[in-house]
């Protein structure tokens, strides 16, 4: 079994819509949750992160956490176009060095 | 330099060959770490460097893979012996501190390396 777990999709909505990405995990340890944003061709790059549980928002994105179900969200709102990429989910432990990834989900936002 | 730099952009190889992959992180940046990446999948940890200390390398998938960064800047992964199966690409990434996801990783370009 995998330590994280992400469905690959593809998943296309129009815009506008709301967009609920999802994780679930296996490793209780994992205390630090994190969600990237891959575009075609580029590298990873940072979109939010969350210690243990609850919730996060930064505009348009909202991140939760639920450590009993050990499963994770990123909720996008007023879904855009440039919305479209590869969307990872990665954790890790509050004392190891390694970042933990699921396969991502990709996105198309229809305009 | 603006950013994580990786080269070649893409290696072509046979088998049996060894190959070298290069990353040049963000100048001042501590931490290092090597990913693998294939395609349709997240990265893979492989290794991480604090410094020139690899402090880390359980994700090295055999003893045919190996990685330094003698002068705690630039870091190269070496593959011997490559087989097929070690055809994905391959990513660095750094951060100026310790590893922390308040401490943004900066991933490189890639290697895409294709053995045949």
């Known amino acids: 079994q995998k330590e994280v777990e992400q469905d690959p999709g593809p998943l296309s909505v129009p815009e506008g819509a709301i967009v609920s990405l999802n994780c679930t995990y296996s490793?209780?340890?994992?205390?630090?949750f994190m969600w990237y944003r891959q575009y075609s061709r580029k590298g990873p790059e940072l979109l939010m992160y969350t210690y243990s549980s609850g919730n996060k928002e930064d505009g348009r994105f909202t991140a939760q956490v639920d450590k009993s179900s050990k499963y994770i969200s990123l909720f996008i709102r007023d879904s855009q176009p440039s919305d479209s990429a590869t969307y990872l989910c990665a954790m890790r432990t509050n004392t190891g060095n390694q970042f933990y990834f699921g396969t991502g989900t990709s996105l198309t936002v229809i305009p | 330099g603006a950013g994580v730099s990786q080269s070649p952009r893409y290696k072509v190889t046979k088998r049996g060959q060894d190959v070298a992959l290069r990353c040049d992180p963000i100048?001042?940046?501590?931490?290092l770490y090597w990913y693998r990446q294939a395609l349709g999948q997240g990265p893979e940890f492989l290794t991480y460097?604090?410094?020139?200390?690899?402090?880390?390398k359980s994700g090295l998938p055999n003893d045919r893979f190996s990685a330094e960064r003698p002068e705690g800047s630039i870091s190269t992964l070496t593959i011997q012996r490559t087989e097929q199966r070690d055809s994905a690409m391959y990513r660095c990434a750094s951060s100026l501190f310790a590893p922390s996801p308040r401490e943004t990783q900066y991933f490189g370009p890639g290697t895409r390396l294709l053995v045949l």
């Open positions: 100048s001042g940046h501590v931490s």
């Open positions: 490793n209780s340890a994992f205390q630090y």
């Open positions: 460097f604090n410094y020139e200390a690899q402090q880390d």
